[in-house]
């Protein structure tokens, strides 16, 4: 309990709050713009984070993530564009209810979902992550190389078209890492005479290739695309009545998602998809489902957004990503200088106490913010790519140089996004 009140105590410093706010803002923008992404978001923020507080930085992250989840909602309700993958299953829905004239509703079903969800996962997260890391805790050297052996084999696991491309994707990033010095040997691996390489390839740089500029790349070819207006009222908030009618779907749904969530590589797509499924298979009247049934936006959202809790059990007690947002996550503790997993949990729990802080009031946050700017954020929707993707691309080389000030990283960060590119092209994910 002492760890707990430590953690929000650190959570509810001015700066911190701030930086929640801050990352709950980003999150939802980057979330209802199509194209953009919380990964790509967040590999554009870590080496600007670097010199803040680990606490400040990770609650930001954190906040990003969860906000993120709820913000791909916004445009697949309002103009059937999900701005987010796991957006798709409501948008089966959401839109039918909002070409009926109550995008307001739709909206506000989708928030409220969204919020109950999350916090169920995130007090699941807040029992879960202790006990998972006691038993870690117990591990030995062969009990390790299991679990690394089971986080690889979770690549072929992981959504996308092909086990095979994800596997050799896989390969590919354990082949990238063991470029520089033997921490053992001191034997020097892959560097082909280049001095820069002898100290390994940076992952921030790679991080920001892979998502932000490789997606630019993708999106190039459709700059001049415009997508279909709608008049988006404000976000209405459900009455009671609405809410019982959709309780069921909703506590399922959340439940269905945190355990989605926390096997690892699933993620809220498939949790999100799931919910939509379950909440049908359930429902009363599932011939109503496509034409704006209100089941059909609290299921998927409900469990989008738990997953997302869910994910990060897994990453914080046994160091293995529940999430493709996650893993950077993971990353950018690592680049605080923190380890991933039990000694984590044992070591710092007010750093993990602190991000599950951060979670719960960026949950509370995306609401109020979404019930204040919904119509701002649709209408941001509708900013044209040829002015949105130079930007992202500014950001990513300042990125990639502020991270260590060496434009060696610049152009691993444009050959990584070349290779992301290519990849995504060839069915990659």
Known sequence: MQDVIKGFGLILEFQNILLIFGGVLIGVLVGALPGLSSPMAIALLMPFTISLDPVASISMMAALYCAGTFGGSITAILINAPGAPPAVA???????????????????????????????????????????????????????????????????????????????????????????????????????GVQELTEGIKFVPVLIGLFAMSELLNQSRTLNDTVERMNAKALRLPTLAELKAVKGTILRSSGLGTFIGILPAEGSTVAAMMGYNEAKRFSKTPELFGTGCPEGIVGPEAANNAAAGGAMVPTLALGIPGSGTTALILAALVM?????????????????????????????????????????????????????????????LIGSYAYSSA??????????????????RNGFS
């Open 407 to 424: 434009f060696f990283d610049v152009w691993v960060m444009l050959i990584s996004g070349i290779i992301g590119y290519f990849a995504l």
């Open 90 to 192: 409501t948008a089966l829905d959401g839109y039918q209810m909002a070409k009926k004239g109550e995008p307001g509703r739709a909206l506000g079903l989708a928030a409220i979902s969204s919020v109950i969800g999350g916090i169920i996962a995130i007090f699941i997260f807040l029992m879960a992550t202790p006990l998972l890391a006691e038993i870690a805790l117990k591990f030995g050297p062969v009990e390790y190389f299991g679990l690394s052996v089971f986080a690889l084999s979770m690549l072929a696991a992981m959504s996308g078209k092909s086990s095979i491309r994800n596997l050799i994707a896989g390969t590919l990033g354990v082949l990238v890492s063991t470029i520089g010095v033997h921490l053992a040997t001191g034997v020097e691996r892959f560097d082909f």
């Open 336 to 396: 605080h200088g923190f380890r991933p997993g039990p000694y984590l949990i044992t070591e710092t729990p007010h750093l993990v106490h602190a991000i599950f802080g951060a979670m719960l009031f960026a949950n509370i946050g995306f609401l109020g913010i979404g019930l204040v700017g919904a119509r701002f954020f649709s209408y941001v929707t509708f900013i044209p790519k040829r002015f949105l993707w130079p930007s992202v691309f500014v950001f990513s």
